[in-house]
T-cell receptor, first 115, second 110 residues
Framework: KAGVTQTPRYLIKTRGQQVTLSCSPISGHRSVSWYQQTPGQGLQFLFEYFSETQRNKGNFPGRFSGRQFSNSRSEMNVSTLELGDSALYLC??????????????FGSGTQLSVL | QKEVEQNSGPLSVPEGAIASLNCTYSDRGSQSFFWYRQYSGKSPELIMFIYSNGDKEDGRFTAQLNKASQYVSLLIRDSQPSDSATYLCAVYNQGGKLIFGQGTELSVKP
């Protein structure tokens, strides 16, 4: 069974630009969660999507948004990029809604650098 | 107070020893607890999960949970150099978010 697939693997952008990251969950998994990982803050929860609806959201500004499609694939968008957005963005999938004790399985991540 | 706290380490143990990693959490209503291993430059990998008080063993790994003390730990027996990694404790809070600790860096010396 294929794991969680994230594209692209690396991305370099400049301040003010926007970026879209993609995540394909494990086959049969219906929930996708997004995390930001930085050396200073560690892993921080961004949001969770289940059945094409955002079910939970972390403490990030509105520049961070996402969506989920009917095939459970998800995209995350960051607009008006800032230097502080440089991070590893990780997507994780679970069989059902996270928060119900579901185990999360992570993709390889997208390393975003903002110059 | 952080929701999930871990000693950042590094924790250094000799090969063959027992490594003990600790984690405390603040949400008394938390019910599900996980340990992830993250090698440098890689993504987190789930290695253990525990839902009930007590011990849960899987191979060389034992997870221990004490809900009254809001404490969860991971023991690695017969530690190997390949166990050298950062270990992340993760806890679901009552809001349904999986919250991660900062991680403990483990170094196993041959």
């Amino acid at each position: 069974k294929a794991g969680v697939t994230q594209t692209p693997r690396y991305l370099i952008k400049t301040r003010g630009q926007q970026v879209t990251l993609s995540c394909s969950p494990i086959s049969g998994h219906r929930s996708v969660s997004w995390y930001q990982q930085t050396p200073g803050q560690g892993l921080q929860f961004l949001f969770e999507y289940f059945s094409e609806t955002q079910r939970n959201k972390g403490n990030f500004p509105g520049r961070f948004s996402g969506r989920q499609f009917s095939n459970s694939r998800s995209e995350m968008n960051v607009s008006t990029l800032e230097l502080g957005d440089s991070a590893l963005y990780l997507c994780a999938s679970s069989l059902s809604r996270a928060g119900t004790g579901e185990k999360l399985f992570f993709g390889s991540g997208t390393q975003l650098s903002v110059l | 107070q952080k929701e999930v706290e871990q000693n950042s380490g590094p924790l250094s143990v000799p090969e063959g020893a027992i490594a003990s990693l600790n984690c405390t959490y603040s949400d008394r209503g938390s019910q599900s607890f996980f340990w992830y291993r993250q090698y440098s430059g890689k993504s987190p990998e789930l290695i253990m999960f525990i839902y009930s008080n007590g011990d849960k063993e899987d191979g060389r790994f034992t997870a221990q949970l004490n809900k009254a003390s809001q404490y969860v730990s991971l023991l690695i027996r017969d530690s190997q150099p390949s166990d050298s990694a950062t270990y992340l404790c993760a806890v679901y809070n009552q809001g349904g978010k999986l919250i991660f600790g900062q991680g403990t860096e483990l170094s196993v010396k041959p």
